[in-house]
């Protein structure tokens, strides 16, 4: 459904039990994201939250996306696949074969609604433009300092507008925005971005460019702002599509050649020069759980700011997941399936991406597998699908039906299930496959920024061409005894979790304290050579200050400080009878890999990037947050979700001074 503006869907909020007014003064630096960073965590995501009184004109809206209840809300749908099986409807139409006028005729009423999404210039000024600020000045807005590490205020909701100086192409993206001063701000776009790419156009014909931010408005733009659109597509249409109603657009007052959606709260104009000197920004607590790095950015230089009456300033924050944007990412998991399964990956039937893989780092498919080697090309699809290559860890799954497994059976959201079907379908040595390419310029395990490993995981039933006769899928040795046995036997191992065997789920998670170089690789073969091990197919390593047996944190650490192609040791040996003999007769093998997912060092790892740490609140604001509590009207007091990552963080920041 449409809104009418944010102060509807603020309404529709309140009427559903999913909003909580905070009327007492909560700081925007620091405690607001305090606050919100315990709610969002709670079961469900917690409610939105208004702080009312935030020391400056304006409230500010927090958590507005941060449960599968709201994002419904916010797209006007039951259910997030609602979307998706639209889409999917809408596919099948435009495809199928027009052969007679009676089908043609079927058409019209689509070709209609089509041009019912597409967005519109009105003439006139917008809702948004009722009040002009007579010298703009972005610091009498409420902009929020996320965490204590960040570089300063952040304005971490903007809908950017850009346009191609040769094709006048609008896109329309979400890039974080660093406060430098009342007109200058940081502009944090990728390379690559469109909006990156609208900039060495105009970098080319030595031109400023144009540029404009909305806050607020109808709910939807944020969301399409973030989806993963192919450059053509105007972000308004998937907008209009999903409100079912085209947005209305007005022509900016400063820059004049940008157009802007006119019920928005706030609009903040201005221009790039690419004539400017870059600035250093960041950094900054993102989504990744960790700071992303600081680096060079363009300079966006503010020429108006204009808001309507009575404007309500739009934020979030990022970080430790779970967060608000887990469901941001959900919405586009759900909806893009369909375009994926239609365009690029017809076998693909689900798809889906942990919250603990941050996005991009872990994607689950279950596909339709026909023949053999199908994994391998969809795994060549995904990677080339858009905002899919930047993927770390691609797992594909699909059922054995020589096994009594159906397709139905495998519910990609029971993850370990999941784990189950996958390991029993996999050989370490055979089913595993390593590339590199593009990465997301946040992934800070990377050797070189942007540019890194990547890993399919081959989970599916296999035909007889892709089997590997001497491969022996024994069951693990593995005993409950044996934890002891190898923390006896490598004293830099300081926990292990061998609690998915009892799943039958061959893989263990050790914690190791590294003090010497090429240790998990050495330390991984050695532990490979004992008879314990065989029947294990995989071992992850994980930073001693990480609790192995907390599976979501230990997965969420896991993924970010893994480069796979870099950091994986693959041993086969022919199974041993006795103790530590090898049967060097034997033509069967077994197979463990084994992945290092600690923290890297210059001097341990011969890694000369700088690595960022976990982000985490300040001890002040903690207890400035405790203390404000019970006036808050929050119900039970819940303490910070940061306690938990501070001896994590402590620790990670003395290896990393080694």
């Known amino acids: 459904m449409a809104y009418k503006n944010l102060q509807e869907f603020i309404s529709v909020l309140e009427k559903e039990n999913q909003l909580h007014r905070i009327k007492e003064y909560v700081n925007p630096i620091l405690e607001i994201a305090e606050v919100t960073d315990r709610i969002s965590k709670t079961e469900g995501g917690g409610k939105a939250l208004l702080f009312e009184n935030t020391g400056y004109d304006f409230p500010v809206l927090m958590n507005t996306y941060g449960s599968e209840k709201r994002m419904c809300l916010a797209l006007g749908v039951k259910d997030l696949n609602d979307t998706a099986k639209e889409i999917e409807k809408l596919f099948h139409l435009l495809s199928s074969p027009k052969e007679g006028i009676i089908e043609k005729l079927k058409l019209l009423p689509t070709l209609?609604?089509?041009?019912?999404?597409?967005?519109?210039?009105?003439?006139?000024?917008?809702?948004?433009?009722?009040?002009?600020?007579?010298?703009?000045?972005?610091?009498?807005?409420?902009?929020i300092t996320c965490w204590p590490k960040d570089g300063g205020p952040f304005v971490t909701l903007p809908v950017i507008h850009t346009k191609d100086p040769n094709s006048y192409s609008r896109n329309v993206g979400m890039y974080r925005m660093q406060i430098f001063g009342p007109k200058l701000t940081g502009m944090h776009w990728h390379k690559h971005k469109v909006s990156a790419k609208h900039?060495?156009?105009?970098?080319?014909?030595?031109?400023?460019?144009?540029?404009?931010?909305?806050?607020?408005?109808?709910?939807v733009y944020a969301y399409a702002a973030t989806a993963p659109l192919p450059e053509n597509v105007d972000e308004y249409m998937l907008a209009g599509f999903l409100r079912k109603k085209k947005v209305e657009l007005v022509k900016c007052i400063?820059?004049?050649d940008v157009e802007v959606p006119g019920d928005a709260d706030f609009i903040i104009e201005g221009y790039v020069d690419p004539e400017d000197e870059l600035i250093w920004e960041g950094p900054f607590g993102d989504h990744t759980g960790y700071y992303s790095l600081p680096d060079w950015y363009p300079r966006f230089h503010i020429t108006a700011i204009t808001h309507k009456k009575n404007p309500v300033y739009p934020a979030t924050i990022v970080g430790i997941p779970p967060q608000e944007d887990a469901w941001l990412g959900k919405a586009t998991e759900r909806i893009f399936l369909a375009p994926i399964k239609m365009t690029l990956v017809p076998e693909i039937l689900d798809m889906e991406m942990p919250v603990e893989g941050v996005f991009h780092n872990l994607v689950m498919a279950k596909i339709q597998k026909d023949y053999a080697g199908q994994a391998q090309k969809v795994m060549n699809a995904m990677w080339g699908a858009g905002q899919m290559m930047f993927n770390k860890i691609l797992v594909v799954a699909s059922p054995n039906p020589f096994r009594g497994g159906e397709l139905e059976t495998l519910n990609l959201s029971d993850y370990l299930n999941v784990a189950k079907e996958v390991f029993a379908n996999l050989n370490p040595s055979t089913d595993i496959y390593f590339s590199q390419g593009p990465m997301d310029v946040l992934d800070h395990s990377c050797s070189k920024m942007g540019f890194g490993g990547k890993m399919c995981i081959d989970g599916t039933f296999k035909f007889d061409e892709e089997k590997d006769e001497y491969f022996s899928n024994m069951p693990p040795r593995y005993v409950e005894s044996s934890s002891d046995e190898l923390q006896n036997i490598f004293p830099e191992i300081k926990a292990i979790n061998s609690s998915l065997l009892e799943k039958e789920i061959p893989c263990l998670i050790i914690a190791v304290k590294k003090n010497k170089k090429g240790q998990i690789k050495k330390l991984h073969e050695a532990i490979c050579e004992l008879r314990i091990i065989e029947g294990i197919k995989m071992i992850l390593y994980v930073e001693h200050t990480v609790d192995p047996n907390d599976l979501p944190v230990a997965l969420w650490r896991f993924c970010n400080n893994l480069d796979p192609r870099r950091d994986?040791?693959?041993?086969?040996?022919p199974i041993s009878p006795t103790g530590r003999q090898i049967a060097s007769n034997s033509s069967e093998y077994v197979a463990c890999i084994g992945f290092d997912g600690t923290l890297k060092t210059k001097e341990l790892d011969d890694f000369y990037r700088d690595w960022p740490n976990i982000i985490i609140a300040d001890d002040k604001t903690i207890a400035s947050v405790d203390e404000k509590w019970p006036r808050l009207d929050l119900g039970k007091f819940i303490s910070s979700p940061s306690l938990k990552y501070k001896d994590q963080m402590y620790g990670e920041e003395a290896v990393a001074n080694v």
């Open 112 to 143: 209609s609604q089509f041009a019912s999404w597409m967005p519109k210039v009105i003439s006139g000024r917008g809702e948004c433009q009722q009040i002009i600020m007579q010298e703009p000045d972005i610091t009498t807005l409420p902009v």
């Open 199 to 219: 900039f060495n156009e105009y970098k080319k014909l030595k031109k400023r460019m144009p540029v404009a931010v909305a806050l607020g408005g109808d709910p």
């Open 254 to 256: 400063s820059q004049p």
């Open 568 to 573: 994986n040791f693959i041993i086969k040996k």
